[in-house]
């Protein structure tokens, strides 16, 4: 996770803004809600990342011409 990842924290949407120094135990993570409004400390155990959709990946069409078309340089 980075400054500036979108978690998700008691059903709630929240950008983070902070970390304790990694001696610290437990390990915590300052929040901020995406609406605006006060930041708050947690535990890094009680956040998860939202899952992002599955994109497409895209590719080339082939170079080999498709049946029924014919090139304009013919």
């Known amino acids: 996770m980075f400054i500036g ?3 998700v924290y008691d059903g ?6 902070g970390f304790t120094p990694i001696s610290v135990t437990p390990a915590q993570i300052e929040i901020r809600p995406l609406r605006g409004g006060d930041s708050l400390w947690i535990d890094l155990a009680e956040v ?6 599955q994109r497409a990946a895209l590719s080339l069409a082939g170079t080999e011409p498709r049946p029924g ?5 013919e």
């Open 69 to 73: 078309l014919t090139s304009s340089h």
């Open 12 to 17: 709630e949407t929240f950008t983070i803004v």
């Open 5 to 7: 990842d979108t978690v």
């Open 48 to 53: 998860t990342q939202p899952v992002a959709p």
